[in-house]
């Protein structure tokens, strides 16, 4: 595990953390801004630059299926159903409240495969290896000014 501390809001869609640790209030509320601005102004860009002169519209009409394919299939959540909640003794995966049918099937089948893949055990194994590893290392460790 390599500890970076904490980082900035703009940190935050960029690669500076492979893992962000929030409480479940900010961390749905940051996940929730950034998946609706994204995809709006994306969205809102595209268009506006489209409409701004004849070539920029042939660009567009060139690209459009490869747009309209990227949205529906990397950027629409309920494509992927919803999210596992990390932190829980057992399996609760959570779904935006504007999930339709389509995010409500596609959470049943994610569910299926974490239950049958024995996700929660899996995760609690790793974490207790890497307890134990960080155990290890503190115990090992002199602690300095510099890390206080």
């Known amino acids: 595990i390599n500890y970076i501390g904490y980082i900035e ?16 209030f900010t961390g749905n509320i940051l996940l929730k801004t950034m998946e609706g601005t994204a995809m709006n102004l994306i969205i809102k860009q595209i268009k506006y630059r489209a409409e701004q002169n004849w070539l920029n519209r ?6 459009r299926g490869i747009l309209k394919e990227l949205i529906n299939n990397d950027f629409d959540y309920s494509a992927y159903g919803g999210a596992p909640l990390l932190g829980l003794n057992n399996l609760a995966v959570a779904l935006h409240g504007s999930s339709g049918a389509k995010a ?3 959470a049943i089948k994610m569910t299926d495969q974490f239950v049958r893949k024995n996700l929660v055990e899996k995760i609690a194994n790793e974490l207790n290896v ?16 510099d890390d206080l």
């Open 58 to 63: 042939l660009r567009f009409l060139a690209v």
């Open 9 to 24: 809001g703009r940190d935050v869609p960029t690669s500076t953390a492979d893992v962000i640790v929030t409480d479940g």
């Open 104 to 106: 409500v099937k596609y």
């Open 130 to 145: 890497m307890e134990d590893y960080n155990d290890d290392e503190v115990d090992n460790e002199e602690l300095n000014e």
